[in-house]
C-alpha cells in the first residue's frame, strides 16, 4: 500500500508541474500590462517600473516562471488586478462554497443512483430499470445549467415563496438554511450524473450477481437481502468507486457553471467575474486551485481503489502499474 | 481490404457509365448503412433527428428571417406570426435558433474533426514507438490536459484568447474559430489515448507482422493496414464528443466567454433567457433546449448504433452476406499458398 501510494504520489507531481507551467503561461500570454493595470490610472512611470520590478516582470520568462513558481509554493499567488487583494485570499473566500455545492450534489449522486442502481439490478425490465435508461439518456441531453434555469423559472416565477432559488448559505452557519439553499442547485448539478452511476452500479450488480459464490450463497440459505447487501453489493461498487472520483471532476466543473444559475458566490462566479474586469490573476488562481483538487480527487480514488481491492496493490507490488 | 473497384466488371466499359458504376459502388455501403441504421427504433431516432437537424442547419437560414433584426414586440409568447416568441429586445427567436443551430454544430462538428484526426495521428505515432521518448512526452501531456475539467479548461481558453485575439498570418480569428480551437484542445486527449491504446493492441497481431516482413512501406502499414482496424473505437467516440462539444459549447457560451453577442447559438440564446427567467419567459429556454436535447441524443444514439454495426462480431451483418469472389481462371491451376499470399501482396501494395 504504500509502495502504491509513493508511486501514485510520483506520477502526479510532474503532471502539477505541467499544469503550473501552463497556468503561468496562461497568465503571462492575457492581454494587457499588469503592472500597468495594477498602477491605476495616471500613475507615474517610476511607480510602473517600481511595480513591474515588484511582480519580476523586467527578469526573463524562465527567471519569471522560477520565482513566479516559488511564490506560488509558498501560497502567494499574486495580487488581484482590481481590488489588490491577495489572490489567495479570494480564493480562500470563496472555494468553501463551491465544495459545499460539489458535495452536496456528490453525496444526490450516491443516495439517489445506488439504490436506484440495484433495483434496476434486482428487477430487470421493471420500473426502475426503466427509469435508469431514461435518466441516463436525459441526463445526458440536459445539461445541468439549463435544469437548474428551469429550477429557477418553477420557483421564481410558478411557485414562488416555496424554496429558495438564490444565494448560498455555508453548512457552518445555518445547516438547515444551508440544505436548502443548495438542494436545488446540487440536484441540477447531480442530474446527469445519476443516470451514469445508476447504469454503472447496475451493469456492476448483474456482474456479480451472476458468479457463482452468490449462487453457493444462495444455496446455503443465506437470505436474500443478505446477499445482495452484504455479497453482492460490496463487490458490484468497486466500479462506481472509481466512477465516482471522475464524477467528483465533473462536479467541480460543473460547479462553475451552475453556480453562476443560482447566484452562488464560488470559484464559478469569480471565474466569470475576473474575465469581466480582464483580473488574469484570479483567473489563473482559480484554474489551479480546481485543477489542483481534480488531480487530488483522482490519486485518492485510485489509492482507495487499492484499499478496496487487494487484487489492485497487488500488482503495485508486482510492478505491473 | 480489397479494393472497392475489384467489385467493378472491369474491361472497356464507356465512360459515362463507368464514372456511374463508381458511384453506384462508393454508394452502396452509404445506403446499406442507412437501411441497418433504420433497422431499429434506436437507429430510426437517431437518423430522424440527424436529418432534421441537418434541414435546419442547412435550409433554415433561408426561410427564416434576420436573427438580429428587432422587428417584433419583445417578450411575446409563441404565436403564429413568431412560432418560439420574441426575446426581451424583440428578436424573433425561431430566427435566432435556427442560425444558433448552425454555430453550435459547426462548432462542434469542427472541433471534433480536428480532434479526431489530430488525436488518431499523435496516438497511432506514440504506438508505433511505444516506450520511446515521443510516447512518453504525450502520454504525459494528455494527463496534462485531462488534469484540467473540460468545463474550467474551455472558458479559461477561451476566454484568454478572444481577449487578447490571435492571428494566423494575415487572419485574425473570430471567437467562434477559437471557441472551436479550446474545445478541440480540450477534446483531443481522448483520441490519442484511445488510438494509441487500440494501435498498441493491433501492431502486435499476426497481420501486422506479416506485412511488415514482406516489406510493406511504412505508410501503407500505418494508413492500409493499422488505421482501418483502429478505426471502430474512434468513429463511435467521435459521434460521443460531437455531443460533448455542443454540451460544452453551449456552457461556455452561457457564462458569456464563448461565441459572443450579436452571434447566436444554443448557448448565448440560454445567456438571454436567464434574464428574463423572473418574468416567466419559459419560450426562451424551452426552445434551445430542445435544440441541444435533440443534437445529444441523435449523436449519443448514433454512437451507440455505430458501436453495434461496426462491431467485428457484428461486421457480417454490415457488410452482408460475405463477398463472393470472381472466378479467376489462373486461381485453378496456381497452387493455393501462392494465391493466398498474391493476395496479402497486394492488399499491401
Known sequence: MIRMTLLRLAQAVPVLFAVSLIAFALLRTAPGDPAITLAGVGASQEQVDAIRHELHLDRSLPEQYVLWLQEALSGDLGDSYTTRQPVTELLADRFPATVQLALTALVLVIVIAVPLGVLAALRRGGAADHLVRILSLGGLAVPSFVLGMGFVLLFGWYVTGVWPYQGFVAYGTDPVEAFRHLLLPALALAFPQIGVVARTTRSGMLDVLSQEYITAARAFGVPERRVVAADALRNALLPVVTQLGVVTGLLLGGSVIVENVFGINGMGSLLVASFGERNYSVTVGVMLVIALVFVLVNLAVDLLYGAIDPRIRAGYRKGEA | ?349
Open chain 2, 1 to 349: 481490404m480489397i479494393p472497392a473497384q475489384s467489385s467493378l466488371p472491369s474491361g472497356p466499359a464507356a465512360g459515362p457509365e463507368r464514372v456511374l458504376g463508381r458511384l453506384r459502388a462508393a454508394a452502396a455501403p452509404v445506403g446499406r448503412a442507412a437501411r441497418l441504421m433504420t433497422r431499429r427504433p434506436a437507429g430510426i431516432c437517431a437518423t430522424v433527428l440527424v436529418v432534421l437537424l441537418a434541414a435546419v442547419v442547412l435550409v433554415g437560414p433561408w426561410l427564416a428571417p434576420d436573427p438580429n433584426a428587432q422587428t417584433a414586440a419583445p417578450l411575446t409568447a409563441p404565436s403564429g406570426d413568431h412560432w418560439m416568441g420574441t426575446d426581451n429586445t424583440g428578436r424573433d427567436v425561431l430566427a435566432r435558433f435556427v442560425a444558433g443551430a448552425r454555430i453550435s454544430l459547426l462548432v462542434a462538428l469542427v472541433c471534433t474533426a480536428a480532434a479526431t484526426v489530430v488525436g488518431t495521428l499523435i496516438g497511432m505515432a506514440a504506438a508505433l514507438r511505444a516506450g520511446g521518448r515521443f510516447d512518453i512526452l504525450t502520454m504525459r501531456l494528455t494527463d496534462v490536459v485531462m488534469a484540467f475539467p473540460l468545463l474550467v479548461l474551455v472558458p479559461v481558453l477561451s476566454g484568454v484568447f478572444t481577449q487578447k485575439g490571435i492571428a494566423v498570418g494575415p487572419v485574425e480569428l473570430d471567437n467562434v474559430a477559437i471557441m472551436a480551437i479550446a474545445i478541440g484542445i480540450a477534446l483531443t486527449p481522448v483520441f490519442v489515448r484511445l488510438a494509441r491504446a487500440s494501435a498498441l493492441a493491433e501492431v502486435r497481431k499476426d497481420y501486422m507482422t506479416a506485412a511488415r516482413c514482406l516489406g510493406a512501406r511504412r505508410r501503407d502499414l500505418v494508413f492500409g493496414n493499422l488505421l482501418p482496424n483502429i478505426a471502430t473505437p474512434i468513429v463511435v467516440q467521435a459521434a460521443f464528443s460531437v455531443a460533448v462539444a455542443i454540451i460544452v459549447e453551449a456552457s461556455v457560451s452561457f457564462l458569456g466567454l464563448g461565441i459572443q453577442p450579436p452571434d447566436a447559438s444554443w448557448g448565448t440564446l440560454l445567456t438571454d433567457a436567464r434574464s428574463q427567467l423572473l418574468l416567466g419567459a419559459w419560450w426562451l429556454i424551452l426552445f434551445p433546449t430542445l435544440g441541444i436535447a435533440a443534437a445529444v441524443l441523435a449523436l449519443t444514439l448514433l454512437g451507440d448504433e455505430l458501436r453495434d454495426l461496426l462491431d467485428p462480431r457484428m461486421r457480417r451483418t454490415f457488410h452482408g452476406k460475405p463477398r463472393r469472389r470472381a472466378p479467376q481462371p489462373e486461381a485453378a491451376t496456381e497452387p493455393a499458398g501462392r494465391s493466398a499470399d498474391g493476395e496479402l501482396e497486394e492488399e499491401i501494395r
